[in-house]
């Protein structure tokens, strides 16, 4: 059994999806697959642009919907014999009645509660899996439909779900053992205990290809997408990037954490657990081996994996004399942040104590910043802290290889280069599994400084 998942770049217009049902098609040729889908290229934006839309009582959200209607029409179309699409048509009729419904409901209240918008989202996976699965029956195949939302269970996290993995498991084995035909799976999407619906994040179709890859015991899970792979940095912004023939499960946690789109950042844990490899394959280049990730990685000749960078991050400074020796501050600190809900995504203090700073997502500042407020009360006022400060307009960027544990030099590269340029660090970590050197710079810098640490490691020259 392989899995194979399509992201919505793959399946934007019917050309693509074509493509698609052949590589479906020859795969089935050496087994039993399981396709993933995502939405059509660009819908899940256009639902959230129509929730936001219609949330603010404005009726151009009925605009989008319109033209969100005919391009499924146009799949449909282009895919399906006239005789199979008076019947799928009649179906996909039912479900964008009732999200033209649900959409009104939002435009009348001028509100979204979190169960609203999830569902409104899963229409997008919902009728992409339904017409993919209709398309592949036409061009000869036995397919089916799955609804993930009556398989994934995850808790009442609406936009970002933690999946009960026990639960989940046994829905899916259970499906499968009695159904043995291609099964065509709606990516992102799930449900709570309630029966409501849920997703796992955006970008959160690679996941579920990973959830059921585990469940399944599949020999390979492949994330098929728009470029050769996991490149060395992202091609839109270093030209020169190549494609990394292969890397462990824990260098592509890092790549995607630190803003490598190219795979959903839990996608990782589930492939690793049950080692299962996860190949990330070019749609558009089907014959190009793309990047295998597992437990193994690249030979020990190179000495850095990739670079990635956060593009948008908040710095939260926490700063005063009275911060030198006393005990359990950074506790206080990170309790104060999980209690707020707000993510931390890299920690560094000076060894002297006297500050310390973090980064947040943007969004979530001003709320660290009151949650540090009422936990400091006390310090601020005696002067033991004597400032909370956000600063704006940073990213990160990221040095990421397995192979730097064993070479010494990389972070005086990487410091030399930002030397040159003349760029300004506000702050520096390197993770603890010496897999990562991270800096905070400004986002004005950001593409110099990564195009420049590209040309610096990978050059041949150098
Ligand atoms: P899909 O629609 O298949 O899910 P995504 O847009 O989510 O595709 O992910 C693919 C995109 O990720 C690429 O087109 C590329 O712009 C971006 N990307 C960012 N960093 C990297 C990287 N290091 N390697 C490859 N792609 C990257
Ligand atoms: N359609 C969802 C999104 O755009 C999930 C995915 O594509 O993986 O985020
Ligand atoms: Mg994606």
Same mark, same amino acid.
């Given at each position: 059994m392989k899995v194979m998942k399509f992201g919505g770049s793959s399946i934007a217009t019917p050309e693509r999806l074509q493509s698609v049902l052949k590589l479906i098609q020859s795969a089935e040729q050496d087994g039993q697959v399981a396709v993933v889908v995502s939405a059509f290229g660009g819908i899940t934006d256009q639902l959230i642009r129509m929730i936001d839309l219609a949330g603010q009582?404005?009726?151009?959200y009925y605009i989008d919907f319109r033209t969100f209607v005919d391009r499924h029409e146009e799949m449909i179309k282009a895919l399906t014999s006239e005789k199979r699409q008076l019947e799928l048509q009649k179906s996909i009729n039912k479900y964008t009645s009732r999200l033209s419904e649900i959409l009104r409901g939002v435009y009348l209240v001028r509100h979204v509660a979190p169960k609203t918008y999830n569902q409104i989202l899963s229409y997008g996976e919902r009728l992409s899996a339904r017409i993919i699965s209709e398309s592949l029956m036409e061009a000869g195949s036995k397919a089916g439909f799955v609804d993930a939302r009556h398989f994934v269970l995850t808790d009442d +996290?609406?936009?970002a779900g933690v999946v009960d993995f026990k639960v989940t498991t046994e829905n899916i084995q259970k499906h499968f053992q009695a159904n043995t035909s291609t099964q065509i799976i709606t990516g992102f999407i799930a449900s709570n205990r309630g029966g409501e619906t849920t997703t796992l994040g955006r970008s959160g179709s690679d996941y579920t290809a990973a959830i059921f890859g585990a469940a399944l015991g599949a020999s390979e899970i492949e994330i098929w997408t728009?470029? +050769?792979?996991?490149?060395?940095?992202n091609p839109r912004e270093v030209p020169e990037a190549h494609s990394i023939p292969a890397m462990t499960y824990e260098d592509a946690m890092e790549m995607s954490h630190f803003g490598?789109?190219?795979?959903?950042?839990?996608?990782i844990q589930p492939a690793m657990q049950a080692d299962i490899p996860i190949r990330i394959k070019n749609t558009f280049n089907p014959d190009f081996p793309g990047t295998l990730i597992d437990k193994?990685?690249?030979?020990?000749?190179?000495?850095i994996t990739g670079i990635s960078s956060m593009d948008a991050i908040s710095l939260i400074r926490i700063q005063g004399s009275?911060?030198?020796?006393?005990?359990g501050l950074t506790g206080r600190i990170f309790m104060a942040m999980a209690k707020a809900d707000v993510g931390v995504m890299l920690i560094s203090l000076a060894s002297s104590e006297h500050s310390i700073c973090f980064a947040v997502d943007p969004e979530g500042a001003p709320a660290a910043k009151a949650a540090l407020e009422e936990e400091f009360q006390f310090e601020l006022q005696v002067q033991g802290i004597a400032k909370i400060l956000i600063e704006d307009n940073l990213c990160i960027v990221a040095v990421v290889g397995e192979n730097m544990r064993h070479t010494p030099g990389i972070s005086g590269k990487v410091f030399g280069a930002l030397g040159d340029l003349g760029v300004n660090v506000v702050a520096i970590a390197q993770g603890s599994s010496e897999r990562n050197i991270s800096i905070v710079i400004s986002r004005d810098d950001e593409v110099q400084v990564k195009q420049e640490l590209h040309k610096r490691f990978f050059s041949d020259t150098e």
């Open positions: 009582g404005d009726d151009a +996290n609406y936009g728009d470029v +050769n792979g996991i490149l060395s940095a490598a789109k190219v795979i959903f950042p839990p996608t193994v990685g690249q030979d020990k000749e190179t000495r009275g911060m030198i020796g006393k005990t």
